[in-house]
Structure formats: structure tokens, C-alpha cells
């Protein structure tokens, strides 16, 4: 199934969003102290990090370990009316409500993106595609009641899929051993 949303960040096409949109108090590994919706100290009007390559030296090194999962330039993109270069958008207050809001949407996509890769079963696969679509068809509407809506029914399924994922390699390796104990 193609994904319709991307989860890997690209600062490039984003404002900034992260560096403005939260509190330093939910920010670990942030040297500086500011309140949600106030630009870091060390952000650029421009949108650039102005100690990019410094950040762990200089105590930032929270930064480099956030990862938005595509949330950034997903707000970005939906909300810049300015014409602006991305990545040269300024955040807007707007953008930083709903940066917070599809945030955790976001951690749920890409982890339901993550298990494409693991062959799963049929059954498993055709959950796994529903909490994707359901997640997707969410975020693209727009709406800020969608998207709180689907986020703790995802999060539920999610969770089973990963448990029986979990359920079914253990089965997997014991069945791999039992093999081995066998023929070795
Ligand atoms: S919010 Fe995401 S895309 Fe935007 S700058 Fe931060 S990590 Fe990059
Ligand atoms: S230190 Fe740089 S990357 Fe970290 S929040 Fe500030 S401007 Fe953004």
C-alpha cells in the first residue's frame, strides 16, 4: 500500500516547527529555558539553527535526538499561505496548535509504517493497513476533532498488532530452536 504521508522529517520544508512549539521544561537535553510557542534562543529569524553543528557541545544535544516524524513539514506545508520559500516560513501561531496536536498521530504512523517491512501475516497486514488508513485519512481531512479522535482507537490496535507480533516471533524462534535441538 503506498504510503500518502511521509514519516521521515524534512527540516528543509519545515518552519522550524520543533524549536518553537515546545515548553524547554518537555525539552530534554535543552540548555536554554523558554515557554511553548517562543522561538529557542539559538534559532535564527531565518529558521536556521545558529549552533547546528554545536548543539551537543553547548548542551542541546536533545536536539539532535528529536525527531518529529514528519510532522513538521506536514503542518508547514498545510498551513504556510505566505508563498515563502520552505523552510524559510515563519511558525505561526497556528502551526504550533497543530503541530502539538497530530504530533502523536505522527509517533502512531510511523510506527504502523514500520511493521510493513516485517512480512507479516495476512491477518496482521490487513490490521496493520487499517490503523495506516485510518491514521492518514485523519491528518489529511484537516480537522483537529479527526485527528484527536483516531489517536487513542490507533494507539489501542496498534499496541495489540505489536503484541501479537511479539507473540508470533517468540512462537517463531522457539519453533527455530525446537528445529535445531532436532536435526543438530
Ligand atoms: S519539526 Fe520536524 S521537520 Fe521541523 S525542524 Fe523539527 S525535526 Fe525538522
Ligand atoms: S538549539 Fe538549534 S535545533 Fe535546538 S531548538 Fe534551538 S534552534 Fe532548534
Redesign the pocket.
Known amino acids: 500500500m503506498p504510503e500518502r504521508i511521509a514519516t521521515t522529517?524534512?527540516?528543509a520544508k519545515?518552519a522550524?516547527?520543533?524549536?518553537v512549539a515546545y515548553p524547554s521544561d518537555d525539552m530534554p537535553g535543552f540548555a536554554a529555558s523558554k515557554r511553548s510557542g517562543e522561538p529557542c534562543p539559538r534559532l535564527a529569524p531565518c529558521g536556521t539553527c545558529t549552533i547546528y553543528e554545536d548543539r551537543e557541545r553547548l548542551g542541546f544535544g536533545g536536539c539532535i535526538a528529536?525527531?518529529?516524524f514528519g510532522?513538521?513539514?506536514f503542518v508547514t506545508q498545510a498551513l504556510s499561505h505566505s508563498g515563502a520559500q520552505p523552510g524559510r516560513t515563519v511558525a505561526t501561531q497556528a502551526m504550533i496548535d497543530r503541530?502539538l496536536l497530530v504530533r502523536p498521530a505522527f509517533d502512531l504512523l510511523r510506527l504502523a509504517q514500520r511493521l510493513a517491512d516485517d512480512n507479516l501475516p495476512p491477518e496482521h497486514e490487513s490490521r496493520r493497513v487499517s490503523i495506516v488508513r485510518s491514521l492518514e485519512d485523519a491528518l489529511l481531512t484537516g480537522d483537529p476533532a479527526s485527528v484527536e479522535h483516531v489517536l487513542l482507537p490507533a494507539k489501542a490496535a496498534l499496541r495489540d498488532l505489536y503484541a501479537a507480533r511479539s507473540m508470533q516471533n517468540r512462537k517463531g524462534n522457539l519453533n527455530s530452536r525446537r528445529a535445531h535441538a532436532l536435526v543438530g
Open positions: 522529517s524534512d527540516c519545515c522550524a516547527l520543533c524549536c528529536y525527531d518529529c510532522a513538521g513539514q503541530f
